[in-house]
């Protein structure tokens, strides 16, 4: 029962700190970056690089998101800015830049499954129970990425600027907002969170060219059920991730990892607000 | 050109193409005639995302689950089953039926009324992860992993199957390209450019997506079976997310909306993929990646209409020409007035409207609007910017909208009956702003307002186009007939107005809903809808009900005028009632908002307020 909990919890924790860089990216600009499986591929390598070269594995997170964030700069620059209007095509050119980067780290790093060091090894005992100590610092490392986050929307001039072009674009600019900035720093923003997750999950499984594409639906789905939100993503991720975890204990692995996709198509069917609240 | 002129001519180039192919085994050699048999077939599979993406607008990434229906229905009776004749038809029907069945349930998902473009792709997004992980889970029934192979099937040669895939590919095709060029065709691009407009033009356009979807489902269970005969081996990759997005990206680089393109796209990078991976897997992904990201990016049409614009251009160059106007593919004809009822008048008036409410959350848009109109009546709905005449025009003409109240036309109540039923009982909108088709010609534009009375072809294109004579009138004041096949777009904003005036009569509508309809014109063409609209309403007997901030025109036309404000009628009565009223001088001038029996002095004539 406590591990089980423990179970969703952290389950819920990886999947926020997966989505809210697609999340940040879809609120702000209504796209749908599906290039965010291949940042994450390319922050799980960050992390495979800085362990092989002897750095604190800590370490990996800022490299990820230095390398997560430059990509997503030439990305933005590049390829989504021109793309703006015709919002499907985004999805195609990101998926396009997915494969390019997936093909890239192919060619220097091979095919092969490999695998990084963990900052943290071993158990904790909690309630009785001996759960795996580097979940549990997830729990931690997702609840300060959604604090900073929020108080980056919430506190600052930018996240205003950024909360503005949210909610209506047109009325910002017309307020001499500069929205093609706010964009750019976004879409960085929002790369450099998919190269931390990336980051974050290399020590629970392994670093192979396609790593981050099983991610990227459950993130995707996860984004569309939330809105433009931290705090219903947060629901979300709760909720669909919890149930993931039941239906995997109790009936198969198979179903349960389809029950996030499956799950949020049917509450968009039937709600398509989705966890939003207005 | 005529009908049957153009006909041939498209079935002289399938029987070259047919040609091609029966000609292919001679040249080419035994393992490029095996690589581009599954390449024909996969090009049939693209055939069905471009008609699906290209022409309907809906981005698919879960084509390939239909192949895998087809497929595995092979593998999976030859496997367990013998195979017999029997049998093959049986797995045939059985792909086919499972097709069938699986996009009924994602058309149900994604292209229900109110269904947003992006909501679509993730549904079929969520079939290609779905479906493998059925396959996977299925243990020795669908081979795991490994899929199902070893088993018998057809005794083909090479080339036989070669002609058979070919043989469907041209097949499906020259269908493909006759439905598109048809006047039914044409509906898909319709609602692909502007779906609202559909619906309100009567047009069932979820019905639409789903019989077109099945369609298909069926092409592509039907290649997935050949390929499964053929190849003798299925794998859970064929229903996968990969290979979905493969056909997107093969039809991306042929050219979106041009059938051939994504079938050559297919051939080509196929084909090529298979000579070149051997040698460079990586570095080949990586090119198709990076070309795909550039043809989105900068040439969102493709490659394929680049090839054909090309000698053009050039020809261009050498020779320069003045654009020549395009003669009228189609004549216009006045329908008999007999055949123009419209639909069947009910008893009592032409447009009930009872307690009618809207709110948004808290927020009270219309309360407690009653009123009715009868035939021949033009009522005039004014108010301030904000007073929920817009609202109102949207709650006639879609049953879901409003919060409370009940809506009767002609005799029928709407109900919570989408846009397109409402026009069905005889309820006609034209939107404030001009909503046409902008691709479309002016005679398209028609021919898709008349499609709810005429079934068009599926393999024809009409020369002639009846229209009842209201649409007839206004096409002919203004001046539209001479530019029947000038594209929409490229219409003044006065000529759009019009036009998108004549489509909505073209419904003959027995309620005519007019938001703004001289916003924005000259006032000669103010004049011109003006004696229109009387003459609809004396001559033709329809009811219509106008949203007008120009007083003076409101004036000059209107048989009764409804005032709104914030909400509710605080008016409704002749003209002369409301021009003598104080209260609507003082609502026009902006006291309203402590309530309107105030006793403030109008600032101005209140005679016209900007929208």
Redesign the interface.
């Known amino acids: 029962m406590i591990a089980q909990t423990l179970d969703i919890v952290t389950t819920a924790a990886i999947l926020y700190a997966v989505a809210t860089g697609l999340l940040l990216v879809f609120g702000v600009m209504k796209i749908?970056n599906f290039a965010h499986g291949g940042l994450m591929t390319l922050g799980g390598y960050a992390a495979l690089v800085t362990t092989q070269a002897g750095w604190n594995p800590w370490l990996a997170i800022p490299v990820a998101a230095l390398f997560g964030g430059v990509a997503g700069m030439a990305i933005e620059r590049?390829?989504v800015r021109?793309?703006y209007a015709?919002?499907?095509?985004a999805?195609?050119?990101t998926?396009?830049?997915s494969?390019?980067i997936?093909?890239?780290i192919?060619?220097a790093f091979g095919r092969g499954v490999q695998f990084t060091q963990a900052p943290l090894s071993g158990t904790l005992d909690l309630f009785g129970e001996s759960y795996s100590a580097y979940r549990l610092a997830l729990v931690g490392i997702a609840a300060a990425l959604g604090l900073a986050l929020t108080a980056l929307l919430q506190g600052t001039r930018l996240g205003l600027e950024t909360r503005a072009v949210i909610m209506n674009e047109d009325l910002a600019r017309g307020l001499g907002i500069n929205s093609a900035l706010v964009r750019f720093l976004t879409f960085t923003l929002g790369a450099a969170l998919a190269g931390v997750a990336g980051a974050l999950i290399t020590p629970l499984s392994s670093v192979d060219p396609n790593m981050g594409v099983p991610w990227l639906?459950n993130a995707?789905?996860l984004v569309?059920v939330s809105g433009a939100s931290l705090l219903s993503l947060l629901a979300a991720c709760l909720v669909l991730g919890g149930a993931q975890v039941l239906v995997a204990t109790h009936f198969?692995p198979?179903?349960g990892?389809?029950t996030i996709?499956?799950l949020a198509?049917v509450i968009?069917?039937i709600r398509?607000k989705g966890f939003a609240r207005? | 050109m005529t009908e049957a002129r153009r006909l041939s001519l498209i079935l002289a180039a399938a029987l070259l193409a047919l040609a091609a192919i029966f000609a292919g085994p001679t040249v080419l050699d035994t393992y490029s005639v095996n690589v581009l048999t599954r390449s024909l077939l996969y090009a049939a599979v693209a055939l069905t995302v471009d008609l699906l993406w290209g022409y309907l607008g809906i981005l698919t990434f879960g084509q390939s689950v239909f192949f895998a229906c087809g497929a595995y229905a092979a593998g999976l009776v030859f496997t367990h089953m013998d195979f017999t004749p029997g049998n093959a038809a049986l797995a045939l029907a059985l792909g086919i039926g499972a097709a069938l069945f699986t996009a009924a349930i994602v058309g149900w998902l994604a292209f229900w009324h109110g269904a947003s473009a992006l909501y679509a792709s993730v549904i079929t997004l969520v079939l290609p992860i779905v479906a493998t992980q059925l396959l996977y889970s299925g243990g020795t029934f669908t081979g795991s992993s490994s899929g199902l192979s070893g088993f018998t099937s057809f005794d083909l040669s090479t080339e036989a199957w070669f002609w058979l895939a070919g043989s469907f590919l041209v097949a499906m095709t020259t269908l493909a390209y006759i439905v598109v060029q048809s006047d039914a065709g044409r509906l898909l691009v319709a609602v692909r450019e502007n779906e609202q407009r559909c619906k309100y033009l009567g047009l069932n356009t979820s019905r639409l997506k789903i019989r077109v979807y099945l369609a298909c489902a069926v092409i592509g269970a039907v290649a997935g079976y050949i390929y499964a005969a053929y190849a003798m081996v299925v794998a859970p990759e064929l229903a996968g997310f990969v290979f979905g997005t493969e056909l997107v990206i093969w039809t991306a680089l042929g050219g979106r909306g041009t059938l051939l393109g994504p079938v050559f796209g297919a051939l080509i990078v196929d084909y090529e993929s298979a000579q070149l991976s051997g040698n460079f897997p990586f570095v080949w992904q990586l090119i198709i990646g990076t070309v795909f990201v550039l043809v989105i990016v900068a040439f969102p049409r493709g490659l394929l209409p680049m090839l054909f614009d090309l000698p053009r251009r050039l020809l261009g160059l050498l020779r320069p020409r003045a654009a020549v106007a395009r003669p009228a593919r189609v004549a216009l004809a006045t329908l008999d007035a007999a055949q123009t009822q419209g639909a069947e008048v009910g008893n009592g008036p032409a447009l009930a409207v009872t307690g009618v409410a809207r709110r948004f959350g808290s927020l009270t848009v219309l309360d407690g609007i009653d009123f009715k109109a009868r035939a021949g009546e033009l009522v005039s709905l004014v108010g301030p910017n904000g007073a929920g005449k817009t609202t109102l025009m949207r709650c006639i003409a879609d049953g879901a909208e409003r919060s409370a109240g009940t809506i009767i036309v002609n005799g029928h109540d709407i109900g919570r009956r989408p846009p397109e039923a409402c026009v069905a009982l005889g309820v006609g909108r034209k939107f404030q702003m001009a909503n046409v088709f902008e691709t479309l010609t002016v005679a398209e534009c028609l021919q898709i307002a008349r499609a709810r009375h005429s079934r068009p072809s599926l393999w024809r294109r009409a020369q002639r186009l009846p229209l009842p004579e209201a649409a007839m009138h206004v096409i002919a004041t203004t001046g539209l007939d001479r530019q029947l096949s000038t594209p929409a777009h490229l219409l003044s904003h006065g000529l759009k107005q019009a036009l998108e005036l004549s489509m909505v009569l073209a419904l003959e509508p027995r309620v005519l809903l007019l938001d703004e309809p001289t916003a924005g014109l000259t006032k000669t063409e103010r004049m011109q809808i003006g004696a229109i609209l009387i003459d609809l309403a004396k001559k033709q007997g329809l009811c219509v009900l106008l949203v007008e901030h120009d007083l003076d025109f409101v004036r000059e036309i209107s048989s009764r005028v409804i005032v709104l404000h914030q909400g509710r009628i605080v008016l409704d009565g002749s003209v002369e009632e409301v021009v003598a009223s104080e209260l609507v001088k003082q609502v026009y001038a902006g006291s309203g908002h402590a309530g309107i029996a105030h006793e403030t002095a109008p600032k101005t004539g209140g005679q016209e307020v900007p929208a």
């Open positions: 749908i590049f390829v021109p793309l015709r919002p499907l095509d999805i195609l050119a998926w396009g830049l494969i390019i997936g093909q890239v192919t060619i639906v995707f789905m569309l198969s198979v179903l990892g389809l996709a499956v198509a968009l069917r398509p207005d």
